[in-house]
């Protein structure tokens, strides 16, 4: 039997096609890395690797990730992992009216859309980032992320998100550490002028949980 790539179609799935699916990738996410370094050049050869994983739209079905609960706007799932949380693959599943403020990550980041948009706006820092609790950003770029697209992220690159439409969104998001180990995120207030350390957010659950 031939082991499925990430460029495989699939109609229907089962639990071990998904994670040799998510293993593959992330071997091809230690290489690139390996033989490149952190560079915007690899982080577009990993954000190829995501889009392909997330064109499998089978593999992210709402019977195994389902959506948020009525009264709340996230469900984050952990995926899969690679190198004892140095690269960590989770999917978000996010209902309209989900707004995450501006933030960076302190690792690198990759989001590619498997259904749905969200508004990513990307800004950029004018201070020296000397001054702890003072921040002063400007708007560079706004960017909708959908099927077949996605957005790659460096450690200090700052961005925020607005899930709008009106049905839930599905979207993969891989990163450099474990989201739960990331507690030096900044928050930025646009209006102030200030920043504060971000909190982890939303609990992870596990596919079937």
């Not at 230690?30 to 370094?37: C, E, F, K, P, S």
């Not at 709340?72 to 799932?77: F, T």
């Not at 140095?86 to 309209?96: A, D, E, G, Q, T």
């Not at 989201?179 to 920043?195: A, I, Q, V």
Request: charged share 20%.
């Amino acid at each position: 039997m031939t082991t499925p790539t990430p460029h495989s179609s699939f109609t229907t799935t089962t639990p071990q096609d998904r994670q040799n699916l998510v293993t593959q990738a992330l071997n091809q996410v230690r290489q690139h890395l390996d033989q490149q370094g952190l560079t915007r050049e690899a982080l577009s050869l990993i954000l190829s690797e995501l889009k392909a994983l997330a064109a499998q739209t089978a593999l992210w079905n709402a019977g195994d990730f389902p959506p948020p609960e009525e009264n709340e706007r996230q469900a984050r799932y952990f995926i899969g992992e690679q190198d004892d949380n140095s690269i960590v693959l989770y999917l978000n599943v996010m209902r309209p009216g989900k707004r995450i403020p501006p933030h960076n990550h302190t690792t690198w980041a990759c989001i590619a859309a498997v259904e749905g948009a969200e508004l990513n706006t990307i800004y950029q820092r004018l201070d020296d980032g000397q001054t702890p609790g003072q921040a002063t950003l400007e708007v560079d770029h706004e960017l909708v992320v959908g099927p077949g697209s996605g957005v790659a992220l460096m450690p200090d690159d700052i961005h925020s998100v607005l899930i709008e439409g009106e049905t839930p969104i599905r979207h993969l998001h891989l990163y450099g550490r474990a989201l739960e180990t990331l507690t030096e995120r900044l928050t930025f207030d646009l209006d102030t002028g200030t920043c504060r350390i971000m909190d982890i957010g939303v609990k992870t659950r596990r596919a079937g949980a």
